[in-house]
């Protein structure tokens, strides 16, 4: 049973486009909200996470939006380049310690 | 810094043996490794949770004696597969954890490809 679930499985986008991605959780006792975007053969590498105390983070292209309220986060890649081309995963945990990842949604960027 | 390194990349062995998969943290101590596996195109499975110098918690469904893992050390944990066989064949990817002081953040390894043949 996956306690965070993730959408959409694929995306494809422009060039240049905005990639939004959503996830959803249950448990509210959930404290540390990371994304992670991996590429084939490779290991997980941590874009960017949030904690619920803030309803935004932005780093560079990257951006998390959290609605604590409605148990949802997602994560926007403005500018869209193929190099960005990859699965993203979210994830939970409580206390910094085991993750719960979501699905996974694989993003193609077309040039 | 939170560089992650796994050995060997890729595994090939023939069903029966035993297999040992390397996992350290080469710039910071980690208080807790975890390992995953990963199948084609799905997520990461939390397979078990290491602290050093304890044993391993390992999560439900997951075969303790199958896959023994050991944490010496703060910088290194290693996974065995024993007795390998072809459904064993995935990839199995570390994390390593260091203290929640210093923002308790999970660094993931390359992964380890593992055939069994």
């Known amino acids: 049973q996956q306690q965070v679930k993730q959408s959409p499985q694929s995306l494809i986008v422009q060039k240049g486009g905005i990639s939004i991605i959503n996830c959803a959780y249950e448990n509210t006792a959930f404290d540390y909200f990371p994304w992670y975007q991996q590429f084939p053969g490779k290991g997980p590498a941590l874009l960017i996470a949030i904690r619920p105390d803030v309803s935004e983070k932005k780093e560079g292209r990257f951006t998390i939006s959290f609605n604590k309220s409605a148990k949802q986060f997602s994560l926007h890649i403005m500018d869209s380049q193929p190099g960005d081309s990859a699965t993203y995963f979210c994830?939970?945990?409580?206390?910094?310690?085991?993750?719960?990842f979501g699905a996974g949604t694989t993003v193609t960027v077309r040039a | 810094g939170a560089v992650v390194s796994q050995h060997p990349s890729r595994v090939i062995c023939k069903s029966g043996t035993s297999v040992k998969i390397e996992c350290r943290s080469l710039d910071f101590q980690a208080t807790t490794m975890f390992w995953y596996r990963q199948f084609p195109k799905q997520s990461l499975m939390l397979m078990a949770t290491s602290n050093e110098g304890s044993k391993a918690t390992y999560e439900q469904g997951v075969e303790k004696d199958k896959f023994l893992i050991n944490h010496a050390s703060l910088t290194l944990s290693t996974l065995t597969v024993t007795s390998a066989h072809p459904e064993d064949s995935s990839f199995y990817i570390c994390?390593?954890?260091?203290?929640?002081?210093?923002?308790?953040?999970?660094?993931f390894g390359p992964g380890t490809r593992l055939l069994v043949l």
């Open positions: 994830a939970a945990s409580i206390n910094d310690y085991k993750l719960s």
């Open positions: 994390s390593a954890r260091g203290a929640r002081t210093l923002g308790g953040t999970q660094y």
